[in-house]
């Protein structure tokens, strides 16, 4: 009895002191970065290059939230002239799986020069970007762009690394899951203490790629280059500029790479309003807009039919999920009801989020058999059926497309009759507004956007 006593003790006490050990290490990376870590750009000392870490991208090359404003955050030191150089790092560690070339292809859509984009293929995780970052792309001081809870982590091993290196937080909406990532986030130092401390090498290292050279050296998509082809009898495809030799105009490449079909449409999508049993007392109904709007669809992504219970009940059931997630039901952002309702709470992510859209993006959407929710203010789109003056932040769904009558068809959860309820494409376009997550908050930057719902 006494020997399994003291077993007993001898557990207890090397799970504290284990507990001990992972406190002191976190307090430790924390303190040690702190003072490298910055909210706002404009207080960053100057640098040369700024290093985004990668993070998931999903199916069609959507990259999820997180990885967006990591791009956006870097973006915008680029254009605001606080570096010259964007270093893209991540995991291309299999074909069908690209987070780098996901990130250069946006950042070359924004404007940034080809010259000024280099990747590295091989950064799976932390670590590894920063020691490759020194290594292999001979950078000496760089800001690294992620969220705040990572911050601490990557400023920690890049400063023993030797580099001179700023953070700049990336956090630019609320995350779903991001309990999660923070606990996570607690074993993830103590690694880095570790690697630190043993002085770890990269999965991979390669031939030097200074980040003063010729970018295009580290854009080898595939793994491939045309002597490996020559070598292996395959095909590497076609790029634009051979294409372009050839005489092929600009446009003409457009429309070979994606021609869509301009058709009547109309999606069978089941409607929701959000408030069923006209129960508009209730604040959650009041606000469920956006509730409603990813309920429908999300019954049509499953081929489901909704009955006035279930819809009642799950609209008060994501409105908790939002209040203990983000603190909030009442409105939400177009990003946050992609993150937190979408990807949070139903676990879908075959969704993405567009900004500065008009009528003919969601027409091409919808062209191409996909779902739109668009945020919009209400007032502008003169519904007779709401409750003057009507709302000024409002979601609806847009299910179908009248070519002849130029008007979009939508599910309005505003309304009861709201089902397929018509608005002129011009309406609608001029309504469209998205609007910041909060109770009512005000509008500061009008911009639009919508979520492309796809099955």
């Not at 003072?35 to 069609?60: C, S």
Request: negative net charge.
């Amino acid at each position: 009895m006494r020997f399994f006593k003291k077993i007993f003790i001898a557990i207890v006490v090397g799970a504290m002191a284990t507990m001990f050990a992972i406190l002191a290490i976190n307090f430790y990376i924390n303190s040690q970065s702190k003072t490298y870590i910055f909210q706002d750009m404009n207080d960053l000392p100057e640098t040369k290059v700024v290093l985004i870490l990668g993070a998931k991208v999903y199916e069609r090359g959507i990259m999820s939230g997180m990885f967006q404003d990591r791009v956006e955050t870097a973006f915008d030191l680029y254009d605001k002239g606080k570096v010259e150089k964007i270093l893209i790092s991540g995991d291309h560690g299999r074909e069908d799986y690209d987070e780098v070339n996901t990130a250069k292809d946006h950042l070359l859509d924004k404007g940034v020069e080809g010259e000024d984009i280099f990747l590295d293929h091989a950064g799976f995780d932390t670590y590894d970007s920063l020691y490759r970052a020194r290594e292999i792309f001979e950078a000496s001081s760089i800001i690294v762009v992620t969220q705040n809870f990572h911050l601490p982590r990557a400023v920690y091993i890049g400063r023993k690394l030797d580099l001179e290196i700023y953070g700049l937080s990336a956090d630019r909406h609320l995350y779903a899951n991001i309990d999660y990532n923070e606990s996570r986030e607690i074993l993830a130092k103590v690694k880095a203490f570790l690697d630190i401390t043993l002085r770890a090498k990269p999965k991979f290292l390669g031939e030097k790629i200074p980040i003063s050279g010729d970018s295009e050296k580290s854009w080898d998509e595939k793994g491939l280059s045309a002597e490996d082809c020559d070598e292996k009898a395959c095909d590497l495809p076609e790029s634009s500029d051979e294409r372009l030799q050839r005489g092929e105009s600009e446009e003409v490449l457009d429309i070979k790479e994606e021609i869509i079909e301009e058709k009547n449409v109309l999606l069978n999508v089941p409607f929701a309003s959000q408030a069923p049993f006209g129960n508009w007392d209730d604040p959650r109904k009041q606000d469920g807009c956006e509730e409603a709007a990813v309920i429908m669809a999300m019954a049509w992504v499953n081929g489901e039919e909704l009955d006035l219970e279930y819809i009642d009940s799950e609209i008060n059931l994501i409105s908790a999920y939002e209040e203990e997630t983000i603190g909030n039901y009442h409105d939400a952002s177009a990003f946050d009801v992609s993150e937190i309702i979408f990807k949070g709470y139903y676990k879908y992510d075959y969704i993405e989020v567009k900004y500065d859209i008009d009528k003919e993006d969601i027409k091409k959407e919808l062209f191409k058999g996909n779902l739109a929710i668009v945020p919009a203010n209400g007032q502008k789109l003169g519904n007779p059926n709401y409750t003057p003056p009507g709302p000024t932040t409002h979601s609806l769904v847009v299910i179908g497309y009248d070519i002849d009558l130029k008007e979009f068809i939508t599910n309005d959860p505003g309304t009861r009759r709201g089902e397929k309820y018509r608005y002129n494409e011009d309406v609608l376009e001029n309504a469209l507004l998205d609007y910041p997550t909060g109770d009512h908050e005000e509008i500061k930057e009008e911009k639009t956007a919508m979520i492309i719902i796809k099955k």
